[in-house]
């Protein structure tokens, strides 16, 4: 969620570079929602390096762009990210064996990565 607020509005171009600086620790999101005990960055307050996170979001936006080329548009790198959401997906149930017999939940959240390119007039 905070990812996605922060690629919101980019063109394809600065978005691809952004996550790539995230990916690489060069760059934090700034955390606004979810950042209660989260460590401060110099000039940005509460951030941190969702790596994993950075390299979803940027194969899904190789994938809008490679939707966009297909469907005939002329340069998706000057596209604006007009929608961009990550929602709560299905959970894959699991258990976990513990001692005397027990088991605990051991499950597999996922997300729903939603992205759709606008052309710049």
Not at 65 to 81: H, L, Q, R, W, Y
């Amino acid at each position: 969620i905070e990812l996605a607020r922060q690629l919101r509005g980019r063109t394809v171009e600065k978005a691809r570079e952004y996550l790539e600086n995230v990916a690489s620790l060069k760059q934090a999101v700034p955390m606004r929602t979810y950042g209660r005990w989260v460590a401060h960055k110099s000039g940005i307050g509460p951030a941190r390096y969702p790596v994993k996170a950075a390299k979803a979001f940027l194969t899904i936006l190789e994938s809008a762009v490679a939707n966009a080329e297909f469907t005939g548009k002329e340069d998706p790198d000057t596209m604006v990210i007009a929608v961009i959401n990550a929602h709560k997906g299905p959970t894959s149930k699991g258990y976990r064996p513990r001692a005397y017999g027990r088991s605990s939940p051991w499950n597999q959240d996922t997300v729903n990565l939603e992205i759709v390119l606008e052309e710049v007039e």
